[in-house]
């Protein structure tokens, strides 16, 4: 087979051709220090360079969704923190309003400043993030989670959020709080029953909050604790309203002022002097109430004038305390809560930001070039390059004339 000029020349020319091109290539990549800049580069490598690059995405995602999160959380502890030093401001003033010698003008400035401590709560309570969130909506709801319609027909704060807690997934945490867990679900009383002075009660009988002392004999049943003045000495019954029967053991016995009595896995400890008539009334739990309406309890209990003043407003006094205790403890939780989220917000971004950097090693691993070795294989294309060029160069110059000659 005979290979001619034309064939030979042409052959050459798309040698250098391709060898330019790949020059080209290597000067490209050495340029943007890319060693895969399209699939057909390393099909295999692009591939997993993708792969790595849609992870990383999503962490970045995951990255920005939970600072968010961290974000509303330090705002939500922030305001649970302000909740509780309201709470227990209004605790200090309770305590103060509890002093028998002030006047109906200072018990007044004392209502003042519970309602607007008070107005304080609610507040705290509507908060928002700077994205407008509200902060203790629960799963969602109202903007104004907290509405106060407290008057003469309204039914004090309701919560028009949606109740319940987000839960923390594997890489995200919740971003508002359970407002209505938080103010809403107070216990009422000392947690099991309630003691309440009626007001027909004419004398100045009041009593702690009382305690369970055998929780295996409480009956859940209403008690009345009555007292009589029989020959010029006060004595009192106890009687199961729920039965109508008398307690055994405390039926007609003395009164003695400071005095704990216990009946039926419970006691409590009766104050002043009471008047024949008058009655103490022993309630069961069975629901809750909110902070809100204790803190307007007190406030209406000193603002109260009725004939048994002073013993009328030391019970809603010793009440008001037991529910803010209780209410603090609350939010005392909460902000715990959202301490141990931001914790693990914190671990969560550190994990995180190490999976972005392993899967950034990966993807440059794949695409990027090693310079050293890419500077070096340019080198060599180049050099190889131009001797190529020379050599046809020398080549072209050749003919049987100078052979001959």
Known sequence: MRVSTA???????????????????????????????????????????????????RTNADLRALEASKTSLQQAESGLAESGELMQKVRELLVTAGNATFTNSEREDVAKQLEGLREQLIAVANRTDNAGRTLYGGLGGSSTPFVDLYGPTGNGVQFGGQRGQAAAGNSSLPSALDGDAIWMRVPQGNGTFTVDLPNTNTGGVSTTMGQVTNAAALTGNDYDITFADVGGVMQYTVTNATTGTPVPGHVGQPYVANRSIEFDGMSLEMRGLPAAGDRVEVRPVTTTTDIFSVVQGAIDALRYGGANQSAHQAQAMARAIT??????????????????????????????????????????????????????????QR??????????????RLSLFQAIS
């Open 323 to 380: 529910e803010v205790d209780a209410g603090h403890d609350r939010v005392l939780a909460a902000r715990g809560r959202a301490g141990e989220w931001l914790n693990r917000a914190d671990s969560l971004n550190d994990q995180m930001e190490g999976r972005a950097v392993d899967l950034k090693a990966e993807q440059s691993s794949l695409t990027e070039l090693d310079m050293i070795k890419g500077l070096s294989d340019l080198e060599t």
């Open 383 to 396: 050099v190889g390059f131009e001797a190529a060029i020379k050599s046809y160069a020398q080549v072209q």
């Open 7 to 57: 064939n030979s020349y042409d052959n050459t020319i798309a040698l250098l051709t391709r060898r330019q091109a790949e020059l080209s290539a290597q000067q490209e990549r050495v340029t943007t220090g890319m060693r895969v800049m399209k699939p057909s580069d390393d099909p295999v490598a692009a591939t997993l360079a993708e792969t790595a690059a849609n992870r990383l995405s």
